[in-house]
């Protein structure tokens, strides 16, 4: 079922990105919200980012493909581990077991933003677009489901803390 994913690559910019720009004040409390509440994948809206980065428009399809390539590992793999590792906050003393989960998930998260790199490198050339993340990240927010005047609001002080 999750063919392409299993594998790390040793150089993925977009992993680089993605653990960069998650250290920026204000940046993990915000995608953990558009996680939390609206079901945003961080891994996709990291790499909307990236792509905009880039200077490159993200396309509909484009990331349909790339949605089609991890949905499963995201569902089979990715949210279990979360929901885990969440389920044992709530353990007294737990620290130790809870870390190694911890460290599962970012390493099943790693997996899946190298896929979506592979995915990137193999794919046709997205447009060239002048400061796209605004562009990119809506049409993530949009891409997951309906229209939520909170989650655009989310997105758009997303964008904010991108910014250079």
């Known amino acids: 079922m999750h063919k ?47 792509l905009a980065q880039r200077e490159q428009r993200l396309s509909h399809d484009h990331l349909a493909g790339v949605e089609a390539l991890i949905a499963d590992w995201r569902h089979d793999m990715v949210k279990p581990l979360r929901a885990l590792r969440q389920r044992w906050r709530q353990v007294p003393d737990a620290v130790g077991v809870r870390d190694e989960i911890k460290s599962l998930e970012l390493r099943a998260e790693r997996q899946q933003q190298d896929t979506m790199y592979a995915y990137y490198q193999g794919s046709a050339g997205l447009p060239w677009a002048a400061r796209p993340l605004r562009e990119n990240l809506a049409l993530v927010a949009s891409f997951s489901g309906q229209e939520d005047e909170g989650r655009f609001a989310a997105i758009e002080r ?7």
Request: hydrophobic residues 50%; proline residues 6%; negative net charge.
């Open 4 to 50: 392409r994913i299993g594998y790390m690559m040793s150089n993925n910019p977009l992993w680089d990105y993605s653990i960069a720009t998650y250290s920026l004040e204000g940046v993990a409390p915000a995608c953990l919200a558009l996680q939390d509440m609206f079901g945003l994948d961080v891994n996709v809206l990291f790499y909307a980012a990236w």
């Open 158 to 164: 997303l964008t904010l803390l991108f910014r250079p």
